[in-house]
């Protein structure tokens, strides 16, 4: 008997054979082969790395910085003059700050950003030694108690604990980096030190500050490589510490409250933070379209509380209308695009965690900015980086810019490196006569 060839599904090969497609080699269909060409040009792992990476970073960052400058002064002229100053004060201390932070920026981007590391520990003290202080002998400011007066300059020492707790935390974790899958070496010592980091924040009832400083943590331990039953079981400790700390404040309560639409009359008495949030939602719907025209602004005639630094976003709103919001919104994607490529294109876990937390609070930080200008989110104190005034925020976010630039600039050959002035092409040798 002469056993009949088991048949293979489909058209059999013309050489007779079975040759099998590997699932590897199979093109995904539909919208998943969408997708996955869409992120795959996100990340632009597919093309060579060229310098238009740095300069969008670079361009993003000017660019905002620049509007920010502009809406500062149109922002904050009308109130400046009720108060008895020049219109232009705040706009020229804001300028000031801003020459501060482009060259601090500048230094960075031409270095090696590697020597952080050795300075990661001492910059923690430092931070700490300053949060401290503020408790001690800081001023406080609409209940906020965030600033220190050394040597006439008033800091804010919170918003520096953004990057130094970004450099700590790569250069903690890159070193631990074949112990991840352990738990002591996970926790032990990034949640002390970023827990007293939020606590001592926390003090100054800086609630928006500590969001983002959580945000940068959990970036950290993301970006790093800990596995995800740890960053789940991590995050979910965050989130009953956060309902611990809300339920804990009647300032914090009444911001939910309000935001929900149930506020009792106790906090529409003491806080009303609808005022705040129903005034900066008429600035975006008078702006319409269009914009009423820059200076044109109603609302910063003393209707809306920190027009020139929590909520600039509705002046931009209203005197530059839809447009104007929507070209912020884009140059925020752009520079987040960027920095994302810098990230993935890493192969050092320090510069890989470091780019990512820089990534995670420049832009979580500006998304919950515009999510609570436009109520998507309770109120919470969180400034608008590059565009609200405040000399701290606006320095520190320019030099996150430019250890990003740093690393972008560092994964590039070094022929097609930027540089500040242009290469001199060699004389010509003279012939000998």
Known sequence: MVSTPTRTRGKEPRDGKNKATPRA???????RRHWRSFWESLEGKSKAPNSSTYYLILGCALALTAIGIMMVLSASSVEAISEGKSPYADALKQAVFGVVGLVAMYVISRTNVNWMKKLSWWA???VVVLLALVQVM???VNGNKNWIDIGGVTLQPSEMSKLVLCVWIAAVLARKQKLLNRWMHVIIPVVPGAGLVIGLVMLGNDLGTVIVIAAIAAAGLYFAGVPGRMLGIAGAVGIVGAVLATVSSSNRICRITSWLGTASATCTEQFDFDFQSTNGMYGLAQGSWTGLGLGQSRQKY???PEAHNDFIFAIIGEELGLMGTIVVLV??????IAIFRVVVRQTDPFQRTLAGGIMVWLLGQAS???AVVTQLLPVVGVPLPFISYGGSALIMSLCGVGVVLSLARGQLPPQQRPRFLPRRSPKPARKRT
């Open 302 to 304: 003393n209707w809306l």
């Open 368 to 370: 919950m900015n515009m």
């Open 25 to 31: 080699a199979r093109q995904p269909k539909g919208l």
């Open 138 to 140: 800081g001023n406080s």
């Open 331 to 336: 140059l925020f994607a752009i520079l987040g």
């Open 124 to 126: 923690l003290g430092a």
